[in-house]
């Protein structure tokens, strides 16, 4: 058994006998050139209009000494698509390999971004024009990413991992609170209703010298802060991944979005308020770093299960002819579907492929990945049941729709399903939606334990 001689030093830093992990990174910038469709907000009436900051993927390949191996994969986009994650999982395994357990593609979920092929396809009332720019961008962006991850792949050096986590306190529950009154409500000492994770999960890369070389970290609200932008921008998290590299010269910053499907970073509406809101995120980083964290022995495990997600309810042929009558978007999910309808093609009666995955790092790390708009409840329950360290991604290698629990499931409400944001063919998840993914999350960490 591999000895490893680990001590934990205040800012982060470590001696080592040997630096065991064997780590790859790199990034590229996957800006539009042209003024194409913004993915996030329905109410956008018009593509956009040039660049507030630049858009990257990036990516970190994690190696131990065994050969296991992984890849995480960050993108300044507001989701992954099921055509492009498909083709990345097939190609990648043809050149080098790799499995779905071993590959990891999570979104920031910038409502600044460009909208992707086949994605949000009915909430735009955009021409051919625009929608053959999607097409030519999504084209171009594969073959970036692919090369990416290539690049990290040939570039594994040595280093040591760090786990730590801090604390950020402006995600809001968008459900059960007024944004507009927030300062009033904060003024006179009242707390924000319903359930948030304020959790900063960071993991630490550093060189065999202590030099810090990437710091991995996530946050569970919505990136979407510039309400009124129309200009591409990763959003708060660019504003914090920006300060992290200003501050540490040579290192990469990636964010991944957490359960926040039901969260806002909040207040928000401006560019100042999407700045606060970033350098927030970037002291609670740096808190972390400055402070001992705890190391990563260089063990690492990875699986992955499809789940099959039902309906519960789907659209009747009344109901899609009276919203066919409206202008916004539902009405064009509406008039798509009886479109399909009346040519005779049949609705699907559920989404066979939720992907969840899970990572456990060093000892006893847990790193939980699922696909879709996933709201907080998520989080909160799998810290309950695998402790407080456990690390929740959401929005990771397709992001098909939104992912109520059982509780929003219930209540109700545009998070519990806005199908006709996705273009879905349903009015409602099966009612055992949340037992359904816990279930395949417990297989999971059962198996990489």
């Given at each position: 058994m591999l000895a490893l001689a680990l001590c934990a030093l205040p800012g982060g830093g470590a001696a080592a006998t040997a630096p065991f992990w064997r780590v790859g990174i790199a990034q590229v910038n996957i800006t539009p050139t042209t003024n194409l469709w913004m993915a996030g907000f329905a109410a956008r009436t018009r593509p956009a209009e040039g660049k507030l900051d630049d858009l990257f993927a990036k990516v970190l390949v994690l190696e131990a000494p065994d050969g296991?191996?992984?890849?995480?994969?960050?993108?300044?986009?507001?989701?992954?698509?099921?055509?492009?994650?498909?083709?990345?999982?097939?190609?990648?395994?043809?050149?080098?390999?790799?499995?779905?357990?071993?590959l990891r593609l999570a979104a920031s979920h910038t409502h600044s971004g460009p909208v992707l092929r086949d994605a949000l396809q009915d909430i735009y009332p955009w021409d051919q024009t625009h929608r053959k720019l999607s097409e030519d961008y999504s084209a171009w962006l594969e073959p970036q990413l692919i090369a990416v991850i290539e690049r990290a792949l040939a570039q594994r050096t040595p280093a040591t991992l760090w786990a730590g986590q801090?604390?950020?306190?402006?995600?809001?529950?968008?459900?059960?609170?007024?944004?507009?009154?927030?300062?009033?409500?904060?003024?006179?000492?009242e707390k924000?209703?319903?359930?948030?994770?304020?959790?900063?999960?960071?993991?630490?890369?550093?060189?065999?010298?202590?030099?810090?070389?990437?710091?991995?970290?996530?946050?569970?609200?919505?990136?979407?802060?510039?309400?009124?932008?129309?200009?591409?921008?990763?959003?708060?998290?660019?504003?914090?991944?920006?300060?992290?590299?200003?501050?540490?010269?040579?290192?990469?910053?990636?964010?991944?979005?957490?359960c926040g499907s039901d969260q806002s970073a909040a207040p928000r509406g401006t560019l100042e308020l999407c700045r606060q809101r970033g350098e927030e995120l970037a002291s609670a980083v740096e808190t972390v770093l400055q402070q001992p964290m705890t190391p990563l022995p260089p063990?690492?495990?990875?699986?992955?299960?499809?789940?099959?997600?039902?309906?519960?309810?789907?659209?009747?042929?009344?109901?899609?002819?009276?919203?066919?009558?409206?202008?916004?978007?539902?009405?064009?999910?509406?008039?798509?579907?009886?479109?399909?309808?009346?040519?005779?093609?049949?609705?699907?009666?559920?989404?066979?492929?939720?992907?969840?995955?899970?990572?456990?790092l060093g000892a006893d790390q847990l790193w939980i990945a699922l696909g879709g708009e996933v709201c907080v409840d998520y989080a909160l329950r799998f810290k309950s049941e695998y402790g407080s360290n456990v690390w929740v991604t959401a929005y990771a290698n397709d992001v098909m729709a939104y992912i109520p629990s059982r509780r929003l499931w219930e209540e109700g409400g545009y998070?519990?399903?806005?199908?006709?944001?996705?273009?879905?063919?349903?009015?409602?998840?099966?009612?055992?939606?949340?037992?359904r993914i816990a279930g395949a999350v417990n297989r999971l960490v059962q198996k990489v334990r």
């Open positions: 296991e191996l992984t890849v995480l994969l960050t993108a300044d986009l507001v989701g992954i698509p099921k055509w492009l994650y498909e083709n990345l999982c097939r190609e990648l395994a043809r050149r080098h390999g790799l499995t779905r357990a071993q801090g604390r950020a306190t402006f995600a809001l529950n968008r459900r059960t609170n007024d944004e507009s009154k927030l300062q009033q409500m904060l003024q006179r000492g924000p209703k319903g359930p948030s994770d304020f959790a900063v999960p960071v993991l630490a890369v550093r060189a065999p010298d202590q030099r810090l070389r990437a710091v991995v970290f996530g946050y569970a609200a919505h990136t979407s802060t510039l309400t009124q932008n129309q200009l591409w921008s990763a959003d708060y998290c660019g504003v914090t991944m920006r300060a992290l590299e200003a501050n540490h010269p040579g290192a990469t910053a990636l964010f991944w979005q957490g063990r690492l495990r990875a699986a992955f299960e499809f789940v099959a997600l039902d309906f519960g309810e789907q659209p009747s042929e009344e109901d899609l002819k009276k919203l066919a009558q409206g202008s916004d978007y539902r009405a064009r999910w509406a008039r798509r579907l009886g479109s399909e309808r009346a040519a005779g093609r049949s609705f699907a009666s559920g989404y066979p492929e939720f992907p969840v995955q899970v990572w456990k998070q519990a399903g806005a199908f006709e944001v996705y273009g879905l063919p349903a009015t409602r998840w099966c009612g055992d939606i949340e037992d």
